[in-house]
């Protein structure tokens, strides 16, 4: 009796998965994406951020909006309403690696039966008051520890990683320079 592969990995359509890369391969204009953001202050150190989702043409893509609570630790003036930008980043870390991972597992056969991600980063706030100009404003170092229980040897799992990180939108904005143009508009 013939077994079939199953349509379903961890949740991903393979099939529609498949598909995607073949669309996106096909027609490069499918699989670009601008996202865009719109953070708004609230009050003291706290502020608000609307994310939705336009293709190239400016077109919405979802009617759905997400927002996100930013505040500051109490050590530097905040109430701790919600996490600060740099907490933000290691979360959008985190997230980014778990579909990363769901994604080219299912692509690989592999089934996921745990995944989850630690992450840390050290800030001096001398950098960030404005102190010290010997001392970066941002991360000195990130450091991000993978747990994974899975149907898979540990060469599968380290290929699995190489794929991930190697493919990851946040782990290359992080580890390499992107061109970043700011504006003032006075109203």
Not at 40 to 67: C, M, N, P, R, Y
Not at 100 to 115: F, R
Request: hydrophobic content about 35%; proline content about 3%; aromatic content about 6%.
């Amino acid at each position: 009796m013939a077994t079939t592969e199953p349509t379903s990995v961890n949740g991903v359509d393979v099939s529609a998965l498949e598909g995607a890369v073949e669309t996106i391969s096909d027609d490069s204009e499918v699989g670009r994406f601008t996202f865009r953001a719109e953070t708004t202050w609230q009050d003291a150190l706290k502020s608000v951020t609307t994310i939705d989702e336009f293709d190239q043409a400016g077109e919405t893509i979802h009617t759905q909006e997400f927002t996100l609570q930013g505040d500051e630790p109490e050590q530097i003036l905040g109430e701790r309403t919600g996490p600060n930008a740099v907490e933000l980043l290691l979360g959008a870390l985190g997230s980014c690696l778990s579909v990363g991972y769901a994604a080219n597992a299912a692509h690989m056969g592999i089934e996921l039966e745990e995944l989850r991600f630690e992450m840390s980063g050290d800030v001096d706030l001398r950098g960030f008051l404005g102190i010290s100009e010997d001392v970066r404003p941002g991360y000195e170092s990130i450091t991000c520890t993978t747990y994974v229980t899975a149907d898979a040897s540990e060469d599968e799992l380290s290929e699995l990683r190489e794929r991930v990180e190697a493919t990851s939108p946040l782990m290359d904005v992080i580890m390499n320079e992107v061109p970043l143009e700011t504006r003032l508009v006075a109203e």
